[in-house]
């Protein structure tokens, strides 16, 4: 049996703004302006911040003020960011046997969530709906 390079950073990136271009028009408003990134493994620093015992255990990561606690007043220092992180994907994509593209969309998702303020609990009612 043959195997291919696995997707690049880059490749995954194409995937999560597919995937953000397919979400509906008025949801796409409501997040313009966060940034997506894409970085092999989380650091150090935010394993231990997110009380992790590894950094396979995450595959994103939604840095930023939710918009239930944004004000007019709020003066950003830094844009929102959603971070996927391409080696802890490609660990559940080959565990799970997922649609990589479809991972990398529900990983995407999952962090916009996030940034609506919503908990993972809501999050996954909703991921259950689809």
Do not use: C
Not at 14 to 21: H, K
Not at 56 to 65: A, D, H, K, M, S
Not at 67 to 86: C, F, H, Q, S
């Amino acid at each position: 049996m043959r195997h291919g390079t696995p997707p690049t950073t880059e490749e995954i990136l194409d995937m999560a703004e597919t995937a953000l271009g397919a979400i509906p028009a008025a949801l796409r408003r409501m997040v313009q302006g966060i940034a997506i990134l894409v970085e092999e493994v989380p650091d150090d620093e935010t394993v231990q911040e997110m009380g992790l015992e590894s950094p396979w255990e995450l595959t994103g990561l939604y840095r930023g003020v939710p918009l239930t606690e944004k004000t007019g007043a709020d003066v950003p220092m830094m844009p929102d960011t959603v971070l996927l992180y391409r080696e802890p994907i490609l660990l559940e994509w080959i565990e799970t046997g997922v649609d990589l593209f479809r991972l990398v969309r529900n990983v995407l998702i999952h962090e916009i969530g996030h940034h609506f303020g919503l908990s993972d609990a809501e999050i996954e009612r909703l991921e259950s709906e689809d």
